[in-house]
């Protein structure tokens, strides 16, 4: 099964989005991992940290994409061309989910409608208790069945997997996507009437981050 990556890149000070040469970089960067995986990939800039980066897009595996993408002289170029303007975070992200099954703009409908900046997406990564994994995903299942009738954003979509290929507590990691009209609409999500009576996944999780990020036009 594909597996999705979520990247993290972080702009150095004094560097912005809107710096054309690094967007033309960004976009050359794009083509290579299209060519290379036959797949599509997205960026995304973080809302709490507008410096923050987001890489989101589709390996056949683990091993594809750490043992020979990453090793490759096309990927060693990328990042020569770009470390003056970016550094990637360590913190490298495989989920076991195929693009597929998480909501990402594909029509070319959605796609206008993130270009427009009419959608954002919640990024939560979960914690999970070692022994709590099976009860998180019932809990999970219900608050996403709740979720998915009350959003109309891509159809009521929304996703999560598990970080692959990780060592430690870093093997227990949820991480959800989910589209929104605005922060404002996901933060406030929680007074919605008769959530309060779907699965609480908070007491089988030991932390959460949450963040939100818009599609950037690159």
């Known amino acids: 099964m594909p597996i999705t990556e979520l990247a993290l890149l972080h702009?150095?000070?004094g560097?912005?989005?809107d710096d054309a040469a690094l967007r033309s970089k960004l976009s050359h960067a794009k083509t290579v991992l299209r060519n290379y995986t036959g797949r599509t990939f997205y960026y995304m800039q973080q809302t709490e940290d507008p410096s923050?980066?987001?890489?989101i897009g589709e390996w056949d595996s683990l091993d594809q994409h750490l043992n020979h993408f990453i090793l490759s002289a096309d990927n060693q170029g990328l990042l020569e061309s770009l470390k003056d303007a970016i550094t990637v975070d360590s913190n490298l992200e495989h989920l076991d989910v195929p693009n597929a099954e998480l909501p990402l703009p594909t029509s070319p409908a959605q796609l206008e409608q993130a270009r427009r900046g009419e959608l954002v997406w919640s990024i939560v990564h979960c914690n999970v208790k070692a022994d709590e994994r099976r009860r998180f995903l019932d809990a999970f299942d219900g608050e996403l069945r709740f979720l998915q009738g009350?959003?109309?954003e891509?159809?009521?979509k929304a996703g999560r997997g598990w970080c692959v290929g990780e060592k430690g507590d870093k093997r227990h990691v949820s991480v959800a996507l989910c589209p929104w009209k605005s922060v404002e609409q996901h933060l406030g999500f929680g007074k919605t009437e008769g959530y309060a009576d779907v699965g609480n996944i908070g007491d089988f999780i030991d932390g959460m981050d949450v963040k939100h990020a818009k599609l950037l036009v690159i």
């Open 154 to 156: 891509l159809e009521g």
């Open 150 to 152: 009350h959003i109309p």
């Open 52 to 55: 923050c980066i987001y890489v």
């Open 11 to 13: 702009l150095t000070p």
């Open 15 to 17: 560097t912005t989005i």
